[in-house]
C-alpha cells in the first residue's frame, strides 16, 4: 500500500509557472506507475499525465503536451510534475495516483491509491 501527499500548488498568473510534487509512503513507490489528474468545479476528473515505474515512458494529455513534463525521483519517493506556460483553464485541484498494472493508464478508475489534491489557480 502507498499513501500519496500533494504540495507545490497555488496561486500564478498566466504564462508562469509551478512544480507539483507527489511524495508517496512505502517501500514499494518504485513499483507503481503513477499519474497526475486534475478537477476543475463542475467538471469530471481529468487524466493529465503519467509515467511508468522506472520513468521511461510517459503520456500526457494533448493539452499539456510541451507544457508539462512529469518525472520520478524513486530514490525519494517523489513524482513531478513542472507545469509551464499556464492557462486559465489549468485551473483545478490536481491529484496524483498510483497504480500497479506496470502499464500507462489515462483513466482513474484503473488507478488505486489517491492524494488529497492540491489547488493549482492560474489567473488572466
Known amino acids: 500500500q502507498v499513501q500519496l501527499t500533494e504540495s507545490g500548488g497555488g496561486l500564478v498568473q498566466a504564462g508562469g509557472s509551478l512544480r507539483l510534487s507527489c511524495a508517496a509512503s512505502?517501500?514499494?513507490?518504485?513499483?507503481?506507475?503513477m499519474g497526475w489528474f486534475r478537477q476543475a468545479p463542475g467538471k469530471e476528473r481529468e487524466f493529465v499525465a503519467a509515467?511508468?515505474?522506472?520513468?521511461?515512458?510517459?503520456v500526457y494529455l494533448d493539452s499539456a503536451k510541451g507544457r508539462f513534463t512529469i518525472s520520478r525521483d524513486n530514490a525519494k519517493n517523489t513524482m513531478y510534475l513542472q507545469m509551464n506556460s499556464l492557462k486559465p483553464e489549468d485551473t483545478a485541484v490536481y491529484y496524483c495516483?498510483?497504480?500497479?498494472?506496470?502499464?500507462?493508464?489515462?483513466?482513474?478508475?484503473?488507478?488505486?491509491?489517491w492524494g488529497q489534491g492540491t489547488q493549482v489557480t492560474v489567473s488572466s
Open positions: 512505502g517501500r514499494t513507490f518504485s513499483s507503481y506507475t
Open positions: 495516483a498510483a497504480q500497479g498494472t506496470g502499464l500507462l493508464r489515462t483513466r482513474a478508475r484503473d488507478y488505486d491509491y
Open positions: 509515467i511508468t515505474w522506472a520513468g521511461v515512458s510517459t
